[in-house]
C-alpha cells in the first residue's frame, strides 16, 4: 500500500507551530496593546520604507489580505498613534503609510524576536536546501493560484 501525500497537512501543522512560536515570541517582546499582526506590519513597513512608499495596497498584497482587513488594521494602528496615513502630491486619494516614532522604537524588539525566530527556523539547514525549499514552496503556491 503507497502512502497518500499529506503535503496540506503537514505544511498546516508547521504553519501552526511557527505562527504559535512566532506569535509568542513577538508578544513577550513588546509591552504594548499591540497585536501581532500591527507587529508584522510594522516591521514590514520599517524595512521597506526606505527603498519604496508603502500603500494600503502593497500591505494587502504582503499579507495575502483583504482591503477591508487591512483598512480595519491601520485604523486601529493610526488611533493607537503606530502609523500616520499621508497624501502623496501626486493623488490626495493615495495616502502613503509611514510609522511614527512610537512605532519606530517598537520595532527594534519585534525585529530582534522576528528574527530569533528565523534564525532558529534555519538552524542546521544549508543555504543550498533553503532555495530548494522555496523554489518548492514557490511551485505550491502557483499550483494554487
Not at 500500500?1 to 505544511?11: E, P, Q, R, S, T
Not at 527603498?51 to 494587502?60: A, G, M, N, P, T
Request: proline content about 1%; hydrophobic content about 40%; glycine content about 0%.
Amino acid at each position: 500500500m503507497i502512502n497518500k501525500l499529506k503535503l496540506g497537512l503537514d505544511i498546516s501543522k508547521i504553519d501552526h507551530i511557527i505562527s504559535r512560536k512566532m506569535d509568542s515570541a513577538v508578544i513577550s517582546s513588546i509591552d504594548d496593546n499591540l497585536t501581532v499582526s500591527q507587529a508584522y506590519v510594522i516591521d514590514f513597513i520599517f524595512n521597506q520604507c526606505n527603498k519604496k512608499e508603502i500603500f494600503q495596497k502593497d500591505l494587502e498584497k504582503e499579507f495575502d489580505l483583504k482591503r477591508s482587513s487591512i483598512s480595519l488594521m491601520l485604523n486601529n494602528m493610526e488611533k493607537s498613534n503606530l502609523i500616520k496615513r499621508v497624501p502623496v502630491t501626486e493623488d490626495a486619494r493615495l495616502k502613503k503609510i509611514i510609522l511614527t516614532e512610537k512605532s519606530i522604537k517598537l520595532n527594534e524588539k519585534i525585529s530582534e524576536a522576528i528574527d530569533s525566530i528565523e534564525n532558529k527556523l534555519s538552524e542546521n539547514i544549508t543555504l543550498e536546501e533553503i532555495e530548494i525549499f522555496q523554489r518548492v514552496l514557490s511551485k505550491i503556491r502557483n499550483n494554487l493560484e
